[in-house]
């Protein structure tokens, strides 16, 4: 399975011809859904859904995500399968599980939308904005690492208690070169310490997963 990191918290995921992408929001490049066959989005904020963009796809794709996500997918003219904690489903050949319920809390006056993650292949977890321990052995984890709802310590406790093989940054849109240095530190010391493969790819950069 190949990994393409793409704008902010978006991946695109390609294996025998198919191609999955998970969470093309508004501060993810167009390109990052060219040659989509199915999408999944964790949650309803801007930066990881952008109707719009899913609107142009066709019918032709299929979208997984959850119920307050699909509400505004309504009437966009592809298929929008309503999906929760628990469930299991195949999209574009690959075997997806969802573990999460809840965006992890942002502020006291800001509510709480619901929020999935994502185990792809029983390899990859994607938790969206939460730090979402899916239950079982993960190979290789996209953790979150900024954000007005997170600091440097929760996403160092988040690989201390997945304690992936190999663990890559997303959500890192927010940060300019200076915050990007900070993560890249901060990732290669945890890796070191677990002895474990911890960074952060560039947009438009690849990995291949076993």
Known sequence: ???????????RLEKDGATLVIDPGGLTEESALDGADAVLITHE????????RLAALGPH?????????????????ATVNVVGEGDSFTAAGFDVGV??????????????VPNIGFL????????????TVPGVPVGT????TSGPWLKAAE??????????QRAYSIHDGLYNDIGLALVDNTLNRRGEAQNADFRRLKPGESVTLP
Do not use: N
Not at 61 to 70: G, H, N, S
Not at 155 to 164: C, G, I, S, W
């Open 1 to 11: 399975m190949k990994l393409t990191k793409h704008g902010h918290a978006c991946v």
């Open 45 to 52: 904020h801007f930066d990881h859904l952008e109707v719009e």
């Open 61 to 77: 794709v299929q979208i997984w995500t959850c119920d307050a996500v699909a509400s505004q997918l309504d009437g966009i003219g």
């Open 99 to 112: 573990a999460g319920r809840q965006h992890a809390r942002i502020a006291f006056d800001m509510p709480v």
């Open 120 to 131: 792809v292949d029983g390899e990859l977890f994607h938790p969206g904005d939460a730090f």
């Open 141 to 144: 984890l996209l953790t979150p």
């Open 155 to 164: 996403f160092v406790d988040y690989l201390r208690e997945v304690a992936p």
